[in-house]
């Protein structure tokens, strides 16, 4: 499946949550992810999420999709460089 994740965490645990992140999904903007990933890659990147996160004041969401395909993306200014870029 394909998804969009976005979160909005408290600054002391941003940078645990960027880096828990990029293992699973391409960083394309502060906070935002993106790309294909399996239901089960999906529950272990949350499940380390929560690890992380405080439930009671942080918040993350995901928007699925079952193919890129499904979605226009459109891009106003510069896009950040993923590894997606270099291939």
């Keep these: 499946m394909y998804v969009i994740l976005v979160y909005d965490i408290g600054e002391k645990r ?19 992810f993106e790309g294909e990933i399996t239901e ?18 942080d918040s993350i969401i995901i928007f699925k999709s079952r193919d890129q395909k499904w979605l226009d993306k459109e891009i106003v200014g510069v896009e950040r460089m993923t590894t997606d870029n270099f291939l």
């Design 14 to 32: 941003v940078g645990k949550m960027l880096k828990h992140c990029r293992k699973y999904l391409n960083w394309i903007q502060n906070s935002v």
């Design 40 to 57: 089960i890659k999906l529950k272990e990147l949350l499940a380390g999420a929560r690890k992380i996160m405080n439930e009671e004041a």
